[in-house]
């Protein structure tokens, strides 16, 4: 069975924490992405991968940075986190190729900043 | 990627088939369609896609039309479990740039 992992499910973190969302997938996939889910915004992309140390901006990568040291995890970092980054987080991944637009999410992250 | 519409909500009786319609008008020959769906508070999950023929694998079938300015997701007896928000997106194959998840449609199963 395809996974994705996300390492955190709820997190709560107070204005100006730096927080870190880990995502672990086991099918060998070469893309990984993050996206925040926000009511009557539907899912937004952050930044993407479509290979290790790889790195692309998404539509609102303001705030956030990511790392890609390895093939399986994808690493989304607040520096300095915000209350208007309270949110639900999602990671996913795919093959490259064919099989890119085949996502596999993980359960999200809900985050809340105080 | 073509733009696509949907209705934001449907209802469907338990036991019957829900057809989720999805219009992509300005698609192009290249982008195939791809059907998402969302279950409350988990992650979105793969339903399945398609280029011109009509595909249908174990989740539900999947009909574009011939001009492929339409289609329809089809489950053909919906549970109440299918209760979630359906995903219409159209893309090229092999685009695994900025992946863009619309409003989608609320489908409601009711007893």
């Known amino acids: 069975d395809v996974k994705v992992t996300q390492s955190s499910r709820y997190l709560v973190k107070r204005t100006g924490e730096k927080v870190f969302l880990e995502c672990v997938q086991d099918?060998?996939?070469?893309?990984m992405f993050w996206y925040r889910q926000d009511p009557g915004l539907g899912l937004r992309l952050i930044y993407f991968?479509?290979?290790?140390?790889?790195?692309e901006k998404g539509d609102i990568p303001e705030g956030y940075s990511v790392s890609r040291e390895k093939k399986e995890r994808f690493s989304l970092i607040l520096e300095s986190a915000s209350t208007n980054q309270t949110s639900m987080y999602l990671c996913?991944?795919?093959?490259?190729?064919?099989?890119?637009?085949?996502?596999?999410f993980g359960a999200g992250s809900r985050l809340t900043v105080l | 990627d073509a733009k696509t519409t949907q209705p934001p909500s449907m209802d469907c009786a338990e036991g019957r088939a829900a057809n989720l319609p999805c219009n992509h008008s300005?698609?192009?020959?290249?982008?195939?369609v791809y059907w998402y769906r969302q279950i409350h508070s988990q992650g979105p999950q793969y339903i399945i896609h398609?280029?011109?023929n009509n595909e249908t694998n174990e989740m539900a079938s999947l009909i574009i039309t011939e001009d492929r300015k339409s289609s329809t997701l089809i489950l053909p007896h919906a549970t109440l479990r299918d209760t979630a928000v359906y995903y219409c997106?159209?893309?090229?194959?092999?685009?695994?740039?900025?992946?863009?998840f619309g409003s989608g449609t609320k489908l409601n199963v009711k007893p």
């Open positions: 996913a991944s795919s093959l490259p190729g064919a099989g890119a637009n085949v996502l596999t």
């Open positions: 099918m060998d996939h070469e893309n």
């Open positions: 991968s479509y290979d290790v140390k790889m790195k």
């Open positions: 300005t698609i192009s020959g290249n982008e195939y």
């Open positions: 398609g280029l011109k």
């Open positions: 997106i159209v893309r090229v194959e092999n685009n695994f740039n900025k992946f863009y």
